[in-house]
């Protein structure tokens, strides 16, 4: 008995202190520039093939999600609805296909056309279709795949996706809506378009009593000494968003349990429990995709849309990866990329692999409310921007 009050006596001493260092931590306070990254921008600038996108996050293939790529590195862009055509005289080509979602990899860690393929599949009739395609024991025949964040899990070596399956409704603003949520498991060694494709519903979907839904994989922070995390704990984060008001969400599991949901715990705001429906509103106001990421002095950034679709590029200071967040920080205004009244800008998040040393590379998204209108004038509207943000 007396050894059992003594180790929690212990344990109770190490969060007291933890909890007084979060709470000493500086989350209002960071000087910085930012600059638009031109370069990174005209990557995506494409006239065949591949034109348009958005939905983009980036993998390191090695697993390494702590450290800047080298130059002999692969990275995995994955993207959600993509066009797909030929762009001639700043004119889209009759038979323009936009398909759900896509990939495509990147040799090095240089915004380099010549080292960056695209990959899509095709159908029977030999025309452009998503690579992913829901399949899984929920899945309604008219489900499609967005795509949320992704990691090599070094665990087992394979590459895990979460795919948002999405539904077209009759009701609602948008005309769509999020019916559930999946892992995409990708063997090791497997390369696009991909063969070995494990496809698996998870739990990590909610709605409230307003059906206001909820969801997990918006980022994804793989917080271990194998993907070279300054800090690491041996956890992987998984950040979700919940309901209009875009409440940020946290679980996290340990990488050899990452398909086992019962192992899965999730942040109540001052303890990690199983029951997700107890998981707190950590912060709001973020997108539905978003970054987590280590600051060079080792505080966290958390980088969003702010309010999920507006102008401003965001910017919350984290004490840890469940925080606590400061205010936001605003990083860019993207009212310059607003040529048409129609256009919308939305999810932004950043890709600190591609960053250099001291710099956060942040991308953001363009549409338009008039999509195929407002392509037949701009047809290269809709694809990532990027900005580059450099810490002092």
């Not at 990590?204 to 918006?218: P, V």
């Not at 973020?286 to 999920?308: I, K, M």
Request: hydrophobic share 35%; proline share 6%.
């Amino acid at each position: 008995m007396k050894r059992l009050t003594l180790v929690c006596l212990c344990i109770c001493t190490v969060l007291s202190q933890s909890i007084a260092q979060t709470k000493s931590v500086n989350l209002t306070d960071l000087k910085f520039t930012v600059e638009e990254a031109p370069e990174w921008s005209a990557l995506l600038n494409r006239t065949n093939g591949w034109f348009g996108g958005d939905g983009i996050y980036t993998i390191p293939l090695n697993g390494v999600e702590g450290k800047h790529s080298k130059p002999n590195s692969k990275t995995l862009f994955i993207f959600s609805d993509s066009m797909i055509g030929e762009i001639r005289d700043n004119t889209m080509m009759p038979g323009y296909k936009m398909i759900h979602n896509t990939v495509a990899i990147l040799n090095g860690n240089q915004p380099d056309a010549k080292q960056m393929e695209f990959y899509w599949d095709k159908d029977k009739k030999g025309e452009a279709e998503s690579v992913f395609i829901p399949n899984t024991p929920k899945t309604d025949s008219s489900d499609y795949y967005w795509l949320g964040d992704g990691f090599v899990n070094q665990a087992n070596n394979a590459t895990y996706i979460f795919g948002y399956r999405v539904r077209n409704v009759s009701s609602g603003a948008f005309g769509f809506r999020e019916v559930g949520n999946t892992f995409i498991k990708i063997a090791p060694g497997d390369n696009p378009p991909y063969t070995t494709i494990k496809q698996m519903d998870t739990p990590l979907y909610l709605t409230d009593g307003k059906n206001d839904i909820g969801s997990f994989g918006a980022g994804i922070f793989v917080n271990t000494k194998a993907a070279g995390a300054p800090k690491p704990d041996g956890y992987i984060y998984v950040y979700g968003v919940r309901g209009m008001v875009k409440s940020l969400l946290v679980a996290r599991v340990l990488p050899a349990d990452f398909e086992n949901f019962k192992k899965w715990k999730f942040w109540n705001g001052t303890a990690w429990e199983s029951d997700m429906s107890k998981a707190a509103d950590v912060t709001t106001g973020v997108s539905n995709e978003l970054s987590l990421s280590v600051l060079p002095d080792g505080r966290y950034a958390l980088v969003f849309q702010q309010g999920g679709m507006s102008t401003t590029v965001g910017m919350r200071i984290g004490a840890s990866p469940v925080g606590p967040f400061g205010p936001v920080i605003k990083l860019w205004d993207c009212k310059p990329d607003l040529v048409e009244k129609t256009f919308v800008v939305y999810n932004a998040k950043a890709h600190p692999t591609l960053s250099k040393p001291g710099e956060l590379l942040i991308s953001y998204n363009i549409n338009s409310v008039e999509f195929i209108k407002d392509l037949q004038t701009h047809p290269n509207l809709y694809r990532p921007r990027f900005i580059r943000v450099k810490f002092h």
